[in-house]
C-alpha cells in the first residue's frame, strides 16, 4: 500500500523534532507501567497493561493517500475484531490505537513519540520518510516491531522494521520486466520514470536505472512533487523524449492525470505504476477508460479481489463491517500487516515472551507465511525484503476491486540476482 514521500526541505524539521523527540520518549515510559512483569508465566513489558494489548497505527486518513489510509486501518480494526472474538492472543484482547499524521512530517513524528511509548510496537505506519526519520530511535532506544505500509529501501537492514512485500526498486525492475516481455520494450528504446522525490520516488528510479542498464534502455526521468497534480508538463516531454513506455512512481491523481492528459493527446504507450499509484475509485473519472486500456500496476500481492478462499472471505467480512465503503488494495495491504502482527504475537505468546524484544525474535521465525493472495513472506533476513515477487495488474472496473491479474506472482531474473543497497 502511502504519499510516502517527504519534500528533502522538511528533513531539517524531522531532525529537529527528532532531537527533542528522543530526550522526551523514554521519560514516558515509566507513567505506562512498563517493565517486564510476569503474567501467568508469560514475560510482558511496554504496550500491555491489565489485559490488553495495544498496537500503534500512523496512518494518513487526510492527506495525499487518505484512500489508502482508510482501508488499511479498517481493514486493521476487522483484523482486530475478529482476533479477539477468538479469544485474543495469551489470554490478552489486542487493540489498535490510531493517529492521523495526514501525511504531514511533524504530525508523522509527533505521533510516533506520543504512541511509543504506549504501543507494543506498530501494524501501521505509512510514509517511507517518516518511518525512515524514526528508524534511529526504533533501531536504537525503542526497538518495538513496525509493520509499515512503506516500501522504501532504505527501510531494510533493521530487525525492527520490516517491509513487507518487495522493495520500490525490486518492485520497478519487474514493472520494467514486465514492459520487456510483453509490451515491446526492448535494446535502445527510451522509457519515462515520473517519481515523487524522496524515499519513494528516488528508491523506485534505482530499480528502473538498474534493469535499464542490463537490458540496454534509457531512462528519461521527470522528478515531481506530491503537491503536482497536473501532468501535462511531464506527458509533454516525454512524448518529445521519444518514450516508448512509462514508468509511474507517485499517487493516484498523478496516475490519473499522467494517463489521460497523454490518451488526449495520442500519446498512447503503456505506463505502468508502482502498488501505491492506484485507486479503483479513478475509474469512475474522465480517465477511466484510458486507465483500462493503457495503465497497469506492479503490486506484492494479488487484489483483493483474488479468486482464493481467503481473499472470498476478507471481501465478504469487509463488505458485513463496512458496506458503504470501496474495495481496494489498501485492506490487502492492512490486513497482510495485522496479520503478521498477529502471527509474531502467536508465537511469541507460545514462547512465554510478549515483550518487544519476544515479539520481535518470534517475527524473525516465520520464513513463509501467505495470507491467501498469492506471495509467501519471509521475515527471516532483515537486511532483505520479505518477498522479490509482484504481481502485475490492470485495472477493470468489471471485478471486485477494480483491478485484475495480468501476470502472476513472480520475480525477474534481474530482480532475483539484484542487491538492494548494493
Known amino acids: 500500500m502511502t504519499t510516502r514521500y517527504a519534500a528533502r526541505a522538511a528533513a531539517g524539521a524531522l531532525a529537529a523534532l527528532l532531537v527533542l523527540a528522543g530526550c522526551s520518549s523514554k521519560a514516558k515510559d515509566s507513567d505506562d507501567g512498563g517493565g517486564d512483569k510476569a ?9 500491555i497493561s491489565g489485559k490488553t494489548i495495544t498496537l500503534g497505527a500512523l496512518t494518513d486518513m487526510t492527506g495525499v493517500y487518505a484512500t489508502l489510509g482508510k482501508s488499511v486501518t479498517q481493514a486493521q480494526q476487522l483484523y482486530v475484531k475478529q482476533l479477539n472474538a477468538a479469544g485474543g492472543v495469551c489470554g490478552y484482547k489486542v487493540a489498535l490505537s490510531v493517529r492521523d499524521h495526514g501525511y504531514d512530517p511533524q504530525k508523522a513524528v509527533s505521533g ?71 509490451k515491446g520494450v526492448k535494446k535502445g528504446d527510451r522509457i519515462g520514470h515520473v517519481y515523487f522525490e524522496g524515499d519513494y520516488g528516488e528508491s523506485a528510479l534505482v530499480g528502473s536505472r538498474h534493469i535499464a542498464e542490463e537490458a540496454g534502455l534509457t531512462v528519461v526521468e521527470q522528478k515531481i512533487k506530491p503537491t503536482d497534480n497536473d501532468m501535462t508538463a511531464q506527458v509533454t516531454a516525454l512524448k518529445q523524449a521519444g518514450v516508448k513506455a512509462i514508468v509511474i512512481s507517485a499517487g493516484p491523481r498523478q496516475a490519473a492525470s499522467l494517463v489521460g492528459v497523454a490518451a488526449a493527446s495520442g500519446f498512447a504507450v503503456p505506463v505502468i505504476g508502482n502498488n501505491s499509484a492506484f485507486a479503483p475509485q479513478l475509474l469512475a473519472t474522465q480517465a477511466g477508460p484510458a486507465l483500462m486500456k493503457n495503465y497497469y500496476v506492479a503490486s506484492p500481492s494479488l487484489p483483493i479481489g483474488a479468486d482464493t478462499p481467503e ?31 498477529g502471527e509474531a504475537l502467536k508465537k511469541a505468546c507460545a514462547n512465554k515472551d510478549l515483550t518487544r524484544e519476544g515479539v520481535d525474535k518470534a517475527l524473525l521465525s516465520i520464513d513463509s507465511y501467505d495470507v491467501g493472495f498469492g506471495v509467501a513472506q519471509s521475515f527471516t533476513d532483515p537486511k532483505a525484503p520479505s518477498s522479490r515477487e509482484s504481481v502485475i495488474l490492470q485495472p477493470d472496473k468489471s471485478v471486485t476491486g477494480g483491478m485484475k491479474v495480468v501476470r502472476e506472482a513472480g520475480a525477474s531474473e534481474v530482480a532475483e540476482a539484484y542487491t538492494p543497497g548494493a
Open 39 to 47: 503474567a501467568g508465566g508469560v514475560k510482558t513489558g511496554e504496550g
Open 112 to 182: 510516533y513519540t506520543e504512541l511509543e511509548p504506549k504501543v507494543l510496537g506498530f501494524a501501521q505506519f505509512i510514509g517511507s520518510p517518516f518511518v525512515a526519520a524514526v528508524k534511529q530511535r526504533i533501531d536504537g532506544q525503542d526497538k518495538g516491531l513496525v509493520l509499515p505500509q512503506a516500501w522504501s529501501a532504505a527501510l531494510l537492514g533493521s530487525p525492527y522494521i520490516r517491509v513487507i512485500g518487495s522493495t520500490y526498486d525490486i518492485e520497478t525492475i519487474n514493472a520494467v520486466d514486465f514492459l520487456i516481455k510483453e
Open 311 to 341: 481473499a472470498k472471505k476478507l471481501v465478504a467480512d469487509y463488505r458485513a463491517a463496512y458496506p458503504n465503503d470501496a474495495l481496494d488494495n489498501g485492506i490487502v495491504a492492512g490486513w497482510t500487516a495485522a496479520s503478521a502482527f
